[in-house]
């Protein structure tokens, strides 16, 4: 009996990997793989890439090939005045980065707006309304999420940064800067 554990104990197939990624975007891999035949190795790590790739762009991480836009590029582009596009990045409707130049986004983010039109205006709209509720309330407690108006709320503010999650799993989340009259 022992004989045999000792048999399957040797044998027995083990995958483990984890991967972090720096916030400069570069990814760390840590794989663990026994008594793995070479194809269900490659398996294992196809999929691992695959999920991590995943995570790094609902992240919003910027994947390879994107274009980098600013609100001129993008009225060439996808139509609409300049100061159309420049409305909705002050709006936080599309993704940007704070530049000397300007505001730059990227084409990812100017099509999957377009795609989500109404969506991402709900969740702006929940996103601004969640920001002040949470400000408001006191930061033991939980606020009501918009979303789902349970009272489930909770965030952790830095300085500069909102990071908020409800935690009755309606799935609504944000991260948003701290208003310029709140922040100190
Ligand atoms: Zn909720």
């Known amino acids: 009996m022992e004989a045999l554990q000792k048999q399957e104990e040797k044998t027995k197939k083990e995958a483990v990997w984890s991967g972090t990624m720096s916030s400069g975007g570069r990814l760390?891999?840590?794989?663990?793989?026994?008594?793995?035949?070479?194809?269900?190795?490659?398996?294992?790590?196809?999929?691992?890439?695959?999920?991590?790739?995943?995570?790094?762009?609902?992240?919003?991480?910027?994947p390879q090939g994107a274009r980098l836009m600013s609100s001129r590029d993008i009225a060439e582009?996808?139509?609409?005045?300049?100061?159309?596009?420049?409305?909705?990045?002050?709006?936080?409707?599309l993704p940007y980065c704070q530049t000397a130049a300007g505001r730059i986004t990227a084409d990812l983010w100017v099509t999957g707006?377009?795609?989500?039109?109404?969506?991402?205006?709900?969740?702006?709209?929940?996103?601004?309304?969640?920001?002040?509720r949470i400000l408001e309330s006191?930061?033991?407690?939980?606020?009501?999420?918009?979303?789902?108006?349970?009272?489930?709320?909770?965030?952790?503010?830095?300085r500069s940064e909102i990071n908020g999650v409800c935690r009755a799993e309606c799935g609504f989340e944000f991260t948003s800067a701290v208003p310029e009259s709140e922040s100190k």
Not at 32 to 47: M, P, Q, T, W
Not at 85 to 92: D, I
Not at 138 to 158: D, F, H, R, V, W
């Open 138 to 158: 006191s930061p033991s407690k939980y606020a009501t999420c918009p979303k789902c108006g349970e009272t489930k709320l909770s965030a952790s503010i830095n």
């Open 77 to 93: 582009k996808f139509g609409s005045s300049r100061q159309y596009w420049e409305k909705l990045l002050r709006e936080g409707k």
């Open 28 to 62: 760390h891999l840590s794989l663990y793989f026994k008594n793995l035949s070479e194809e269900e190795i490659v398996r294992e790590l196809a999929g691992g890439i695959a999920s991590v790739s995943k995570k790094m762009l609902a992240d919003g991480y910027i």
């Open 113 to 132: 707006y377009l795609r989500n039109r109404e969506e991402v205006d709900q969740y702006v709209k929940w996103q601004k309304i969640a920001v002040k």
